[in-house]
């Protein structure tokens, strides 16, 4: 069964858009021959659009045309010109912010006015800074003996298979492509099945952009079927993978069954963030609201574990309530929406079973703990308070609008319950003592620290976990080792024996 490429969609809001709905492989929009997949709208339960997915066969056709240009074309692309094709991706991105911002505010449910302010605007920032890259990378000279010449060469990887999430469609996107196209490779991008429409809008500027064709390929489909050929692929010199720890680890098997891929993982999170005696709870509250309710509480660094000093708990939640509140639930293209449906059935359902386990645990609901509305995947902003960490909804990862909170005696009590858990992929502390804040920051085994503010990135601060949470580091000047290998060079001088 197939389908013309462009489709129209409805939009929750009585308007329409035009979305891609094939394959882009080698510059191209081509239809796949696996199952089509219906992509559903979290607001309102309805079938957005169909969908191509690659089978097999398909996989084997982007990756050997990323393969092919990358041995025929791309690595000898000055890389002045790399970042100039990626400069002006992003002007094309800039003119198309609208139109992307809704294709990922009607797929993921997220609120236009974040998906236009932030993710969308982030992510240009994010080819703009990779692309100021491109002609940077380089190795060394070293002295080694008189008679010697010694160099290092940073050399690209080859092709790059990366797959991607639902939560942040365009800017796990850039977090991907924008570095491994900087250092010169190829790539074959699986989109999440179930939000796919702006990562192919996104190959429709790829093309427009003047990328030699097979740079960018973007395919969608299954994970245990086309992100797993495309993991297994012997031609796939790395894997960029972000998910769930459970799929990194399938990735991590079939790296090791195929060609030893370099892998790069940004798994699952249960991060903490720990409110002291002396925070300024005012902030403490806006900050930490922000840390678990942002994007809906579908974000891998979500503090969704607050641990607050005893003696400042009552006044802590009483404003940590009062910032959750102000939450404007609603359909995504109202532009006072901040919190939109959750992404899927199956996740909706999940989270209201974490709330309802949570509470036969002993814990308590103090706010929210239900559905919002009668239609679409809305839950209310959910506040759990007598939390333990021997409880189930302080060690799993719910990946909803869902914060516990518990208590601690002292920094160090807080500095091991934080550190009580599988993950270890980022975490927060609020204190007026700077040498408080550091302690925990040291102490706490967490790739990302944030002091007196939460969920706070920039295009030059690397991100990545420790532990369950994964290895290898996005963005900064810290990701361009994830999709580069070094190569030494000697050469005999004065050669003559």
Same mark, same amino acid.
């Given at each position: 069964?197939?389908?013309?490429?462009?489709?129209?969609?409805?939009?929750?809001?009585?308007?329409?858009?035009? @979305?891609?709905?094939?394959?882009?492989?080698?510059?191209? $929009?081509? =239809?796949?021959?696996?199952?089509?997949?219906?992509?559903?709208?979290?607001?309102?339960?309805?079938?957005?659009?169909?969908?191509?997915?690659?089978?097999?066969?398909?996989?084997?056709?982007?990756?050997?045309?990323?393969?092919?240009?990358?041995?025929?074309?791309?690595?000898?692309?000055?890389?002045?010109? *790399?970042?100039?094709?990626?400069?002006?991706?992003?002007?094309?991105?800039? *003119?198309?912010?609208?139109?992307? @911002?809704?294709?990922?505010?009607?797929?993921?449910?997220?609120?236009?006015?974040?998906? *236009?302010?932030?993710?969308?605007? +982030?992510?240009?920032?994010?080819?703009? %800074?990779?692309?100021?890259? @491109?002609?940077?990378?380089?190795?060394?000279?070293?002295?080694?003996?008189?008679?010697?010449?010694?160099?290092?060469?940073?050399?690209?990887?080859?092709?790059?298979?990366?797959?991607?999430?639902?939560?942040?469609?365009?800017?796990?996107?850039?977090?991907?492509?924008?570095?491994? &196209?900087?250092?010169?490779?190829?790539?074959?991008?699986?989109?999440?099945?179930?939000? =796919?429409?702006?990562? &192919?809008?996104?190959?429709?500027?790829?093309?427009?952009?003047?990328? =030699?064709?097979?740079? /960018?390929?973007?395919?969608?489909?299954?994970?245990?079927?086309?992100?797993?050929?495309? !993991?297994?692929?012997?031609?796939?010199?790395?894997?960029?993978?972000?998910?769930?720890?459970?799929?990194?680890?399938?990735?991590?098997?079939?790296?090791?069954?195929?060609?030893?891929?370099?892998?790069?993982?940004?798994?699952?999170?249960? !991060?903490?963030?720990?409110?002291?005696? +002396?925070?300024?709870?005012?902030?403490?509250?806006?900050?930490?609201?922000?840390?678990?309710?942002?994007?809906?509480?579908?974000?891998?660094?979500?503090?969704?574990?607050?641990?607050?000093?005893?003696?400042?708990?009552?006044?802590?939640?009483?404003?940590?309530?009062?910032?959750?509140?102000?939450?404007?639930?609603? +359909? =995504? #293209?109202?532009?006072?929406? $901040?919190?939109?449906?959750?992404?899927?059935?199956?996740? #909706?359902?999940?989270?209201?079973?974490?709330?309802?386990?949570?509470?036969?645990?002993?814990?308590?609901?103090?706010?929210?703990?239900?559905?919002?509305?009668?239609?679409?995947?809305?839950?209310?902003?959910?506040?759990?308070?007598?939390?333990?960490?021997?409880? *189930?909804?302080?060690?799993?990862?719910?990946?909803?609008?869902?914060?516990?909170?518990?208590? $601690?005696?002292?920094?160090?009590?807080?500095?091991?319950?934080?550190?009580? !858990?599988?993950?270890?992929?980022?975490?927060?502390? %609020?204190?007026?003592?700077?040498?408080?804040?550091? &302690?925990?920051?040291?102490? /706490?085994?967490?790739?990302?620290?944030?002091?007196?503010?939460?969920?706070? #990135?920039?295009?030059?601060?690397? #991100?990545?976990?420790?532990?369950?949470?994964?290895?290898?580091?996005? &963005?900064?000047?810290?990701?361009?080792?994830?999709?580069?290998?070094?190569?030494?060079?000697?050469?005999?001088?004065? !050669?003559?024996?």
């Amino acid at each position: 069964m197939t389908q013309d490429d462009i489709q129209t969609i409805k939009l929750s809001n009585g308007k329409s858009a035009k @979305a891609h709905t094939h394959l882009f492989i080698n510059n191209e $929009f081509v =239809p796949g021959n696996g199952p089509l997949i219906e992509t559903i709208n979290p607001a309102n339960e309805e079938v957005i659009c169909k969908v191509h997915s690659a089978d097999k066969n398909d996989v084997d056709r982007a990756v050997n045309a990323a393969y092919d240009c990358y041995n025929k074309t791309w690595r000898k692309v000055a890389p002045a010109e *790399r970042g100039r094709l990626i400069n002006k991706l992003a002007d094309l991105m800039e *003119r198309d912010k609208d139109e992307l @911002a809704t294709l990922d505010a009607v797929d993921n449910g997220k609120s236009f006015v974040v998906a *236009r302010d932030v993710d969308v605007t +982030d992510s240009i920032g994010c080819y703009r %800074y990779f692309a100021g890259w @491109a002609d940077k990378i380089h190795g060394k000279t070293i002295d080694t003996t008189f008679d010697k010449l010694c160099y290092t060469r940073h050399e690209a990887l080859g092709v790059v298979g990366a797959i991607i999430p639902w939560n942040y469609p365009t800017m796990m996107a850039a977090w991907k492509f924008a570095p491994a &196209l900087a250092a010169g490779n190829t790539i074959v991008m699986k989109s999440s099945e179930v939000t =796919p429409l702006s990562t &192919l809008k996104f190959g429709e500027l790829v093309k427009e952009a003047g990328f =030699p064709a097979g740079v /960018v390929n973007i395919i969608t489909g299954y994970g245990h079927t086309t992100g797993n050929f495309l !993991s297994q692929h012997p031609k796939v010199s790395k894997m960029a993978f972000t998910g769930s720890t459970v799929t990194g680890r399938k990735i991590m098997e079939s790296s090791s069954g195929s060609n030893l891929k370099k892998l790069q993982l940004e798994l699952g999170g249960k !991060s903490a963030q720990i409110v002291l005696a +002396d925070a300024d709870l005012e902030n403490a509250a806006y900050w930490a609201c922000g840390g678990i309710f942002n994007n809906h509480g579908q974000s891998c660094n979500a503090g969704s574990r607050i641990f607050v000093h005893e003696s400042v708990h009552d006044k802590f939640l009483e404003l940590f309530i009062a910032e959750a509140k102000k939450i404007k639930i609603g +359909d =995504p #293209f109202d532009e006072e929406t $901040f919190q939109g449906p959750q992404i899927n059935k199956s996740q #909706f359902e999940k989270i209201l079973g974490y709330i309802e386990l949570g509470q036969k645990e002993g814990a308590k609901v103090v706010y929210g703990g239900k559905r919002w509305g009668t239609k679409g995947y809305y839950i209310e902003p959910t506040v759990l308070i007598h939390c333990h960490n021997n409880m *189930r909804v302080m060690r799993e990862e719910i990946f909803g609008p869902v914060v516990c909170i518990g208590t $601690f005696k002292t920094i160090e009590e807080a500095i091991n319950l934080s550190n009580d !858990s599988d993950y270890g992929l980022a975490g927060g502390v %609020y204190t007026k003592n700077i040498d408080d804040g550091i &302690l925990v920051a040291n102490e /706490v085994k967490a790739g990302t620290m944030w002091v007196n503010c939460y969920d706070v #990135f920039d295009q030059s601060t690397p #991100f990545g976990g420790y532990k369950q949470s994964g290895f290898g580091k996005e &963005l900064g000047k810290y990701a361009l080792q994830e999709y580069t290998q070094v190569k030494v060079v000697k050469v005999q001088l004065h !050669s003559k024996i």
